[in-house]
Structure formats: C-alpha cells, structure tokens
C-alpha cells in the first residue's frame, strides 16, 4: 500500500512539474578529465570542515558493519540458530529495549529526585 502511495505521488508531482522542465537553469558544460575529477574529490576531503563529519561516518559505518558480522557470527554458528529465527530475535530485542526505557526512566527519575534535580522524566531519559 505505501509503494502504490508513493509511486503515485511521484507520477502527480512528475506531472505538476513536467511544463517548468524548460525553465529550469542549466549548468554550463564543461569537459571533466580523470586528474580533475580527483582534484575535486581532493579539494572536498581536504576542507576542515569535513574532517570531523568524515572522520565519525567511516567509524559509525565501520561498527555498524563490525556488529552486524559479530551478531551473525553470535546467531548462526556459535548458537545454532537458523536463519528464519533471527529475525522474530531482533524484533524481539527491539521490543524489550523500547519497553526496557520506561522502568529505566522511572528509577532515573526518582535517582534524580533524591539529588534534587527536577527535569521532567521525557527530558532525563533522552538528554541524559
């Protein structure tokens, strides 16, 4: 049901915007050689700004792409599972970690109580 949503939102809008296509600016040509290329792409990674940004991508992909190699390692050869059982797992995982806030956000909440910090529960569990 969402892809036929979406496929004719995309036909409507395609459809409502086909007449301005002539209006639309267009980029002056430019012949792009190989060494140019990879001037640009140098010329992009070699800003500060970026550094960081690129820096914290390339570790967030490389422990995403780590845990997923271990827990498939974890699922299918050290516990026996069989592929069709991970996934109800993972939901299951899913579903105990976003009931798991509410009792974490109580106790946190009376913690801070004792302390003397008055934050509302909501705030304390996100912005910790």
Not at 58 to 82: E, M, P, R
Not at 120 to 126: D, H, Q, T
Request: glycine share 12%; aromatic share 10%; hydrophobic share 45%.
């Amino acid at each position: 049901m969402v892809a036929v949503v979406m496929f004719v939102c995309i036909l409507v809008s395609s459809a409502a915007t086909h007449s301005r296509i002539r209006y639309l600016h267009r980029a002056p040509e430019r012949t792009a050689s190989m060494g140019r290329t990879f001037r640009e792409i140098a010329s992009v990674f070699s800003k500060p700004g970026s550094a960081r940004p690129d820096g914290s991508s390339v570790l967030g992909g490389a422990g995403i792409g780590i845990t997923s190699a271990l827990q498939n390692y974890f699922y299918l050869h050290l516990w026996g599972l069989k592929p069709q059982m991970i996934g109800p797992l993972q939901f299951g995982g899913m579903l105990a970690s976003v009931i798991g806030v509410f009792p974490g956000a109580g106790h946190r909440q009376a913690v801070r109580q004792e302390a003397g910090d008055d934050r509302p529960p909501a705030f304390s569990v996100f912005c910790d």
